[in-house]
C-alpha cells in the first residue's frame, strides 16, 4: 500500500517555538538520526562524492538546515579535514548548536536565498531537509546549491512506507518524551519521498547526474557529482 505524500507543516517548522521544548525535540531526533543510520548514510555520501570528484586538502562542506548539527564532530571524510558550516533559518536551532559545540561555523539563513558565493564550498550537504518542502522550492533549493559546491551535492532523506510509518510511530511512543517529535517524526515520514518522486524531481534539474541510492533505515542517498572522472549519458541512476 502506498502512502499519499503529505504536505501538512511540521511542528518544528514554527519558528516562533523556542526553549526547552525546542531543544528537548533537537536532542531526541539527534540520537534517533544517529541510531537509524542518518550520520552513516551522509558519510557515505560524501565518500563516494569525494572518490568522484577532484578531491582537495580539505573538503568545505555546508552543512544545509542542520538542526542540532549532529555531522559536526562525526562528519570525517578520508582522514582528510573537514570544515563543515551549519546553516539553518530557525534562529533558536543556531543557538542551541553554538552551546552544543563552542567553536563551530553556523550560519542564520533562509535556504532558499543563500547568502554565499559562487563556488563557496566543496559540497552541499542536506540531511532530512528536503522533505519539508514541495518541488520547486527543492529544485530553486538544487539550483542554488549547485552552483556554491565545487564537487557537488549530496542529500540524506526519508523513504515513504507504510513499515517506515508503522516503525517510527511503535518507537517515538516508547522512548519519546517530546509530543513534538511524537508528531513530527511521523509526518516526516509522510512527507518523505518514493523512487518515482525522486525521478521526477532530479530529471527537471539538467545539470548533473544524480545518483540514487537506497539505505538503512528507509533512507534515500542522493548525489550529483560536478566534476566526475566518468562521464554517464542518464540524467541520474539507481544502485
Not at 564537487?151 to 516508547?174: C, E, W, Y
Request: aromatic share 10%.
Amino acid at each position: 500500500m502506498l502512502l499519499k505524500r503529505s504536505f501538512n507543516k511540521e511542528i518544528i517548522d514554527d519558528f516562533a517555538i523556542s526553549g526547552e521544548r525546542l531543544e528537548r525535540a533537537l536532542s531526541e531526533l539527534k540520537v534517533i538520526n544517529y541510531f537509524l543510520g542518518g550520520n552513516s548514510v551522509s558519510r557515505k555520501g560524501i565518500s563516494d562524492l569525494n572518490r568522484m570528484s577532484r578531491f582537495t586538502d580539505s573538503t568545505k562542506i555546508l552543512d544545509m538546515g542542520s538542526g542540532a548539527s549532529d555531522l559536526f564532530f562525526r562528519l570525517k571524510t578520508n582522514g582528510k579535514i573537514t570544515d563543515l558550516v551549519s546553516a539553518d533559518l530557525n534562529l533558536q536551532a543556531c543557538r542551541f548548536t553554538r552551546e552544543l559545540h563552542p567553536g563551530a561555523k553556523v550560519v542564520c539563513c533562509n535556504a532558499l536565498m543563500l547568502p554565499f558565493k559562487k563556488n563557496s564550498f566543496d559540497i552541499v550537504h542536506a540531511s532530512l531537509f528536503f522533505h519539508h518542502f514541495r518541488e520547486q522550492e527543492i529544485l530553486d533549493i538544487l539550483e542554488q546549491s549547485y552552483l556554491l559546491a565545487e564537487q557537488g551535492i549530496v542529500i540524506n532523506d526519508l523513504r515513504r512506507s507504510v513499515p517506515a510509518l508503522a516503525g517510527i510511530k511503535v518507537l517515538t511512543r516508547l522512548f519519546s518524551k517530546s509530543s513534538m517529535v511524537k508528531n513530527d517524526a511521523p509526518l516526516s515520514v509522510k512527507r518523505g519521498f518514493t523512487k518515482r518522486e525522486l525521478k521526477s524531481i532530479f530529471s527537471n534539474f539538467a545539470d548533473c547526474r544524480f545518483v540514487i541510492k537506497r539505505k538503512w533505515a528507509f533512507r534515500w542517498l542522493i548525489y550529483c557529482a560536478k566534476n566526475a572522472r566518468h562521464a554517464d549519458p542518464k540524467p541520474w541512476s539507481e544502485k
